[in-house]
């Protein structure tokens, strides 16, 4: 059974520090791997998405990388703002088709 | 641009009461979702649908039922509520540009807060 685990559950972080959340996965025979930002009370936002061929995606500030072999994802955030201070989640999408989340890292950004 | 709109947006029902909630998705998507989000658990899937008239189980299906009669909907119904369905409900939707894999991000509405009583 598919399990996804992020590490922190909870970081705090001065503005304008580089950061990494990680995420890590039981099972590699995944098809793609995405990350998700939710803001309190909102549903969750796609922020990027890595296929099982890929070793990383970029947007902006936003950079995920994928070891598939050690189960692994991290998504590196850049210049950190108070703005980006939100939930976020990392799920796999397994042969199955269906989306396994993580429980979410809580990221605070200090002004 | 609405996306995925869930209704209600918030419902407080009392233990065996009955209800519907409502996901509607104008981006004609083939896929819909739901998921249960609960404290220390994550999201878990609960049923999903991969078109119209099509509806499968996820990882926590006992107690809820949905259809999927017009491909922009997806009704998820609570039979008879249970304070242990006390939760916040999402819906998403997606479509592959390949059938054969699932390589499209999944896009979601901002909840339906249930609490049963």
Redesign the interface.
């Known amino acids: 059974k598919q399990e996804?685990t992020q590490i922190p559950a909870a970081l705090s972080v001065p503005e304008g520090e580089n950061l990494v959340l990680n995420c890590s996965f039981t099972d590699s025979a995944i098809?793609?791997l995405?990350w998700?930002r939710q803001d309190p009370?909102?549903?969750?936002?796609?922020l990027l998405?890595i296929?099982s061929s890929q070793r990383e995606q970029t947007s902006g500030r936003l950079n995920a990388s994928l070891d598939k072999s050690s189960g692994r994802s991290t998504l590196y955030i850049a210049a950190s703002q108070p703005g980006d201070s939100a939930t976020y989640?990392c799920?796999v999408?397994n042969q199955g088709?269906?989306?396994i989340?993580?429980?979410?890292t809580e990221l605070s950004v200090k002004p | 641009n609405a996306g995925v709109t869930q209704t209600p947006k918030f419902r407080v029902l009392k233990t065996g009461q009955s209800m519907t909630l409502l996901c509607a998705q104008d981006m004609n998507h083939e896929y819909m979702y739901w998921y249960r989000q609960d404290p220390g658990m994550g999201l878990r899937l609960i049923h999903y649908s991969v078109g119209e008239g099509t509806t499968a189980k996820g990882e926590v299906p006992d107690g809820y039922n949905v259809s999927r009669l017009k491909k922009q909907n997806f009704l998820l119904g609570l039979e008879s509520a249970a304070p242990s369905q006390t939760s916040v409900y999402f819906c998403a939707s997606s479509s592959p540009m390949d059938r054969s894999v699932w390589n499209q991000p999944q896009h979601f509405g901002d909840g339906t807060r249930l609490s049963i009583l």
Do not use: C
Request: proline share 0%.
């Open positions: 996804v098809y793609n995405q998700f009370g909102k549903g969750l936002t796609s998405l296929q989640l799920a999408h088709g269906k989306l989340f993580g429980q979410g």
